[in-house]
């Protein structure tokens, strides 16, 4: 196939054109194509906050974890989190596969504001996931898919627990640093992107740390690829995160945090004021591509420029559904 030129697909979408800054890249087998876009000097490397993308490394980190400690993902939730057996109103059958797949059931009631009040200490996460399980459920779980950021405050305070530590610390032991994403985290940089509404400069705002495990990370083009090419190296971990979880009257297919596209495409986008981020991966072809936004409002431009890209390889344009993925 020949290379996408992906400098010219990005002046070709009309809907960037206003956007200040836009970086662009992909992977395939290894090798790396980037861009950039707009008014704002950016590179591969420029800090953006990349919102619910955060929730493939959390997804990540996790069933790593789980895999290296011989634990069944289809152990149950308070099993693993016995610290909130008291309060547990959820079905006591539910399982860490079950929330890193949404499909857990659980009662929607626990919003950013609950979660932000708990404060910023160590326990804040813990506390949070003991708000969600409270609320117990409202079907069971396994019978339908919906998208809902406390099962990812579960997730986060189950990788806390299991490596006896902080959210933080525990996605760094078990992923950021043994994949080398150095430059990813949660404090931002010192050069970071600014968010933008519009032609307004928007100030940089806090991000509830309770909240971290479901889209608290800055992130770059660089390293997103370097997320998608870890796991298209380790395939048995890869195969695990891509086997869907959902069935054929859900929503939509669903792995471990990623949404499932026709030719087995892995993709999810991601928005917090000011940013907008998306990404896409084609297993079966060793393919993966990331596009970010200083811009809110640049999600359908982002997902029709990855659909541009990926659709030689596949045949699919998938612009309409990564463009209407949940996140």
Do not use: C
Not at 280 to 304: C, F, K, N
């Amino acid at each position: 196939m020949p290379p996408v030129n992906l400098e010219k697909l990005m002046e070709e979408q009309p809907n960037l054109r206003d956007v200040p800054a836009v970086a662009a890249g992909s992977s395939m087998a290894g090798t790396r194509a980037t861009a950039v876009h707009g008014a704002l000097a950016v590179t591969p490397d420029s800090h953006f906050r990349i919102a619910s993308l955060t929730k493939a490394f959390t997804s990540t980190a996790l069933v790593r974890m789980l895999r290296d400690r011989g634990i069944p993902l289809d152990t149950s939730v308070m099993e693993l989190l016995p610290g909130l057996e008291p309060d547990w109103r959820a079905d006591e059958a539910l399982t860490v596969e079950q929330i890193l797949g949404q499909v857990s059931g659980l009662h929607e009631s626990v919003d950013a504001a609950a979660v932000q009040a708990l404060g910023e200490g160590d326990h804040a996460l813990m506390e949070a996931g003991r708000l969600v399980v409270r609320a117990g459920n409202e079907r069971k779980p396994g019978e339908r898919w919906s998208y809902y950021n406390g099962n990812y405050f579960l997730v986060g305070a189950v990788l806390a627990a299991l490596g006896g530590t902080t959210f933080e610390d525990a996605l760094e032991k078990n992923l950021l640093g043994p994949w080398s994403l150095e430059r990813t985290g949660f404090e931002a940089p010192a050069a970071y992107v600014t968010g933008w509404d519009g032609t307004a400069e928007l100030p940089l705002l806090g991000y509830p740390r309770t909240r971290r495990p479901s889209g608290g990370l800055w992130s770059s083009v660089a390293e997103l690829l370097a997320l998608g090419e870890g796991l298209l190296a380790d395939r048995a971990l890869l195969e695990e995160i891509r086997r869907p979880r959902t069935r054929s009257d859900d929503p939509m297919a669903y792995g471990l945090g990623w949404a499932l596209g026709p030719s087995g495409q892995m993709y999810l986008n991601g928005r917090l004021p000011g940013y907008r981020a998306a990404m896409v991966l084609v297993p079966d072809r060793d393919y993966v591509s990331v596009a970010l936004a200083g811009q809110e409002t640049a999600l359908p431009a982002l997902a029709r420029l990855l659909s541009d890209m990926q659709q030689p390889l596949t045949g699919d344009d998938i612009a309409v559904a990564v463009d209407a993925f949940a996140a």
